[in-house]
């Protein structure tokens, strides 16, 4: 195996790629078709080889894992990038026959068929081809959108909803119904300045407070109720929030307006500019009415809903149960504090992954280290009452990668079994047996009592590849979709943004690129893609706003692409590619 490269078989190939590239073809070698077919120069539609010679510019980024027809820092050739588009036979290999006999030429295999979001109800049986599938035929890896609408429509609907607090424990979950105001806001008419409330047209024979209402000392403060309607050409001092007293037509603002002393001792108010009936009065009902609709089933709850749900009168919310999930850290590999040593390496997955899908609206068990054993695992995952078990690496077909053997000893039903994309292919989602009893209870889930699971709720598994920024790649593909829907969150527009470089692009997968969203010279905003992006790096992603969906053979400077957001960017909101998830 070539220095640097982690195991991954996906990454194997892209490096025999990258070798074979300016290999000289032999004319006694049958091409070994690919999976996907290749672009030809003869097949390549109008234009397309003026889009690979402004890809391979100086200009264009390049990314030395996802671009095997360069090293990242050097222009590609044609001769190198058709290359790379049609790989070199596998040395002594015969070519074998196709499906029209020893004579007919060589067609890739079809893929197997992936199982669709509508084809699945919780209760549907596992086909048994997708129980028993080899972890790496590219042929059978379900291409990104659709392995996004797998996860999206695994389960039928949201979980159990429930009533809770007006609070933290609120905060995070989606509403189950719509948010319906119980009043009117506000709900009495209020002024909106510090000032005076006036009677008519000015002057204005300046009232005592004592007048209106007994308690009254200072003007009509917020919280107190006058008791008396203002007369005619009289006016009051009265404070922002309070409400305004019958016979009222105005606020005048402190600083626009003029008091005279008179010599009977009272006091006379002027305004140059006078004052028009309605100014600064916020009006009973301005914001709503009793029974309008303030927010749609599906929002998720935000502080300032919690705040507006406040003062449209309520005090519990009627939400959807958060999912649970349980986080499995796989490989002996791994350290837990201190520096690298010995061949042993930091977990970088186990800080990061509990605080995303918080940011998710997850609650969440462990992380739980375990080390590479087939029967820790089997019993790990077997025993979890999650309603999601989250896996780091094992993902793929090396010695210690447990994770295909112990999902078919536990008879779960692989509803995608790797993914047309870079990084993170070999990430998989399957359903595992419906789990019996309670309701688990995660980091946040301790001041609520939480309904008993029905034996119809199924459970899932979504193993992510064990490199970081493969695990983020199959995070944003598999688990957000999946949590969306459990969640019951309304899915958002995908947001395309202007590239301000050129990415190479794999030649048959999508490809997940870190970009940081930055304001052009004419104001508009653009996605600038970031290096640092190999699968075992997370330094490109900490500095992004966003994951930028690259197609198949790439994208050139300039053009749109899809923003996969990151929870805590206010640069990118999260994507909805056809089906991330959630309730429409």
């Not at 220095?3 to 990258?18: C, H, R, V």
């Not at 300016?22 to 077919?37: C, E, I, K, L, Q």
């Not at 049986?125 to 959108?145: F, G, K, L, N, Y």
């Not at 006091?267 to 009793?290: K, V």
Request: glycine share 12%; aromatic share 2%.
């Amino acid at each position: 195996m070539m220095p640097g490269l982690t195991g991954d078989p996906g990454e194997f190939d892209d490096a025999l790629a990258i070798a074979n590239a300016g290999r000289p073809r032999t004319p006694d070698a049958a091409p070994r078709v690919p999976d996907a077919a290749p672009r030809t120069a003869d097949a390549a539609p109008h234009g397309a080889e003026h889009r690979v010679r402004e890809r391979s510019s100086e200009r264009t980024w390049m990314d030395p894992w996802h671009a095997p027809w360069g090293n990242g820092r050097h222009e590609a050739g044609p001769e190198a990038a058709a290359a790379a588009r049609t790989p070199e036979p596998e040395p002594h290999q015969e070519p074998k026959p196709g499906p029209g006999g020893p004579g007919a030429p060589d067609l890739p295999a079809a893929p197997e068929p992936q199982p669709s979001a509508p084809a699945h109800s919780p209760n549907s049986p596992a086909p048994a081809a997708s129980r028993t599938a080899p972890a790496h035929r590219h042929s059978a890896h379900s291409p990104w959108h659709d392995a996004r609408a797998a996860a999206a429509g695994a389960v039928a609907g949201p979980l159990e909803a429930a009533t809770v607090p007006l609070g933290p424990e609120a905060l995070g979950r989606v509403l189950a119904g719509a948010l319906t105001a119980l009043t009117d806001l506000p709900s009495f008419d209020t002024s909106a300045m510090d000032g005076w409330a006036v009677s008519g047209p000015g002057p204005w024979r300046v009232t005592a407070p004592s007048t209106l209402a007994p308690s009254a000392t200072a003007g009509i403060l917020a919280g107190q109720g006058p008791a008396r309607p203002l007369p005619a050409g009289h006016a009051i001092r009265i404070a922002t929030g309070a409400r305004i007293p019958p016979g009222a037509s105005a606020v005048l603002r402190s600083e626009h307006g003029e008091t005279v002393e008179q010599a009977d001792g009272g006091a006379l108010l002027s305004a140059p500019g006078g004052a028009p009936p309605g100014q600064d009065i916020r009006p009973r009902g301005q914001e709503c009415r009793n029974g309008d609709q303030l927010l749609p089933p599906g929002t998720s709850v935000t502080p300032a809903v919690l705040g507006l749900a406040a003062a449209a009168g309520y005090d519990e919310l009627w939400t959807y149960r958060r999912p649970v999930v349980e986080i499995l850290v796989l490989g002996d590999e791994l350290l837990h504090s201190g520096l690298p040593q010995e061949g042993r390496i930091r977990d970088a997955l186990g800080p990061m992954l509990a605080p995303w899908l918080h940011a998710l609206g997850a609650e969440t068990i462990g992380p739980r280290h375990l080390a590479d054993d087939e029967g820790v695992l089997y019993e790990a995952i077997a025993s979890s009452t999650a309603d999601v078990v989250i896996t780091t690496g094992g993902t793929a077909a090396g010695p210690v990668d447990h994770v295909h053997p112990t999902l078919r000893r536990l008879g779960a039903e692989l509803l995608v079994d790797g993914v047309q994309v870079r990084p993170g292919h070999p990430m998989l989602l399957a359903r595992l047996d419906p789990a019996d009893g309670t309701t688990p209870r995660g980091r946040s889930a301790k001041r609520t009592k939480r309904p008993v699971r029905t034996p119809r709720t199924p459970r899932h598994l979504v193993g992510l590849p064990g490199n970081p920024l493969a695990a983020v790649s199959g995070l944003l593909t598999l688990a957000e979709p999946l949590l969306g829907t459990l969640s019951g969150r309304t899915r958002s527009e995908p947001r395309r943004v202007r590239l301000a470089d050129g990415v190479h692009g794999h030649p048959h997968d999508t490809r997940l690129v870190p970009v940081a969203c930055r304001t052009d010279e004419k104001g508009g905003v653009v996605a600038l893609p970031l290096h640092f992006n190999g699968p075992a790096m997370l330094r490109g992603i900490a500095a992004a706003d966003a994951l930028a969906v690259i197609p198949p053979g790439g994208a050139a400077e300039g053009e749109s692409a899809v923003l996969l957001g990151l929870p805590w960017s206010p640069a990118a909101t999260t994507s909805d590619i056809g089906a991330t998830g959630g309730r429409v």
